[in-house]
């Protein structure tokens, strides 16, 4: 009886799908072997949703009276992300001490004119679901806001507050001195030196100038500054025409009205008299090395401690993110990747990347292998860092100096195709994120007075051939190296040694002799 019921519903299944789609498995099962290309049998035809026309999604752009420019993007939600960017930096403190920008940062969101501690702006936001938060990098300064649509008023009213009526308070000053050397004597002790390196590869490829001026505040500079230091500098470069408002998820003629009301006619603490002396320096690349010897074995104690390492960071100029070129830069990087000698592997992990296959698959003995491009308006740093046992150190910086001299060959079209599809997609990825893609607007917006839509970028890069690769990569080549050092450098090539072998056409170093060992 039961076998007759099995055959009844296999027949039944034959009768549906038909025999070609029918499999019979040794666990006794079956299922329609129909393709996952093919459209399943018996099933309506689906209807999708179509977008009527591209203008709701682009970037609304409009600059007010006072030159505050007001940048929107809408995106469905209930919550949005609003902030005010300022073209200011640690870049602009050459005629300061440098680490203003580390403190504003750190001060952000303290008492201000409306608001008698940080805490009440913490209560206020609270009440419409909201957090807040500021940035600096070496050439932007970022205030945001995350909440309910419904708080934009309080949120925009805010941000207007905490930007231009700070009323930075002598304990709060003295507050930040304490975070800021906590955060100096944090940044030298951690397990992880990326931070350092990039600060000290900026210092050497730009000695003394814009992006190579410290982005951390230098101990020595923490005493000096004051509340009299702070409105000098927020009065030279915190003005409306240095700043954009931007928000995502919100309808742009609402943030509009926001912007007229809180940020248009509004007196800063420190005044309305036109800026005594802005610096609009063009970054001059040097190059150079900086080294600095440190005793690196006890940085990470433990059960299971990291091994003692040795530091090293190289690179070259490239471009600017205004140039054509940035592109081409980006999917470079992007080909190079890399990372660390542990990974959890699977798809989209950069595996395949050439630091990976060249190097750590390659060289058992290397920790790190990572590739880094930094672009800023006016100039660009692509290097590579690389970590590896101390008495190892000539051999690592070869195989790297290797690396930059195999860029100007040409590359493989699999791998070409890789670096751009693996490009697009984490650009796409990460503009699925509303902050993300509030960043993206103010940023763009600040620099250029317009934004590249995602669908834009994706054709660049999909433009992109291995002549251009070889191109900007040739071209990068005759620039003179930026090295930092970190660790124990006894086994460290000189700097004339690097060169050369970036000079070369193999990436070799200089054979050196040595009578005794």
Not at 79 to 87: A, R
Request: glycine letters at 8%.
């Amino acid at each position: 009886m039961a076998t007759h019921m099995s055959r009844c519903r296999t027949w039944g299944r034959v009768k549906r799908f038909g025999i070609a789609a029918y499999r019979k498995y040794s666990s006794g099962g079956g299922y329609p072997n129909t393709s996952l290309s093919t459209p399943l049998p018996g099933i309506p035809k689906p209807v999708f949703a179509s977008v009527d026309g591209q203008e709701k999604y682009e970037t609304k752009i409009t600059t007010l009276e006072n030159g505050l420019k007001v940048a929107s993007q809408n995106k469905f939600g209930q919550f949005c992300t609003v902030g005010i960017l300022i073209n200011s930096g640690s870049r602009h403190e050459a005629k300061y001490p440098s680490g203003i920008a580390h403190f504003l940062e750190k001060l952000a969101f303290s008492s201000t004119a409306q608001y008698g501690s940080k805490d009440e702006i913490l209560l206020t936001l609270e009440k419409h679901g909201g957090i807040c938060d500021c940035q600096t990098s070496r050439d932007t300064t970022m205030y945001a806001v995350s909440a309910e649509v419904k708080g934009l008023d309080t949120v925009v009213s805010l941000l207007s507050d905490a930007v231009l009526q700070p009323r930075l308070l002598d304990e709060e000053i003295e507050m930040t001195r304490m975070v800021v050397r906590f955060e100096l004597e944090d940044l030298n002790m951690r397990p992880d030196p990326e931070p350092l390196l990039t600060e000290m590869i900026h210092a050497a490829a730009y000695r003394g100038n814009t992006v190579g001026l410290p982005r951390y505040c230098p101990v020595e500079n923490v005493d000096k500054i004051d509340k009299k230091v702070l409105h000098s500098y927020l009065h030279n470069y915190y003005n409306p025409e240095r700043m954009v408002l931007a928000g995502v998820g919100i309808e742009h003629e609402q943030l509009l009205d926001c912007a007229r009301k809180y940020l248009l006619d509004v007196k800063p603490v420190w005044g309305t008299s036109s800026p005594a002396s802005i610096d609009l320096s063009v970054a001059q690349y040097t190059g150079g090395i900086i080294k600095v010897e440190k005793d690196m074995s006890e940085v990470s104690l433990g059960p299971t401690p990291i091994p003692e390492l040795t530091h090293i960071m190289i690179g070259l100029e490239s471009c600017s993110y205004l140039e054509d070129d940035f592109i081409p830069f980006a999917v470079l990087n992007m080909m190079m990747g890399g990372g660390g000698s542990f990974s959890a592997g699977g798809p989209g992990k950069g595996m395949f990347t050439r630091l990976y296959l060249n190097v750590l698959n390659r060289h058992h003995w290397m920790y790190n292998a990572t590739s880094y491009h930094h672009s800023y308006e006016d100039s660009g740093l692509l290097c590579i860092h690389a970590s590896a046992d101390p008495r190892q150190v000539r051999e690592m910086v070869e195989i790297i100096t290797r690396e930059f001299i195999q860029m100007a060959g040409n590359a493989g079209e699999v791998e070409l195709q890789r670096a751009k599809t693996q490009l697009k997609s984490m650009l796409m990825m990460n503009l699925e994120s509303r902050p993300v893609i509030f960043e993206d607007v103010g940023r763009q917006v600040l620099s250029t007075g317009r934004r590249k839509l995602p669908h834009e970028l994706c054709d660049l890069i999909s433009n992109v051939t291995a002549a251009d690769l070889k191109r900007v990569t040739t071209k990068m080549l005759r620039s003179k190296p930026a090295v930092a050092a970190l660790g124990d450098l006894t086994e460290l090539p000189s700097y004339e040694h690097i060169q050369a072998a970036l000079s070369s056409k193999d990436g070799r170093l200089p054979r050196t002799y040595r009578l005794f060992r």
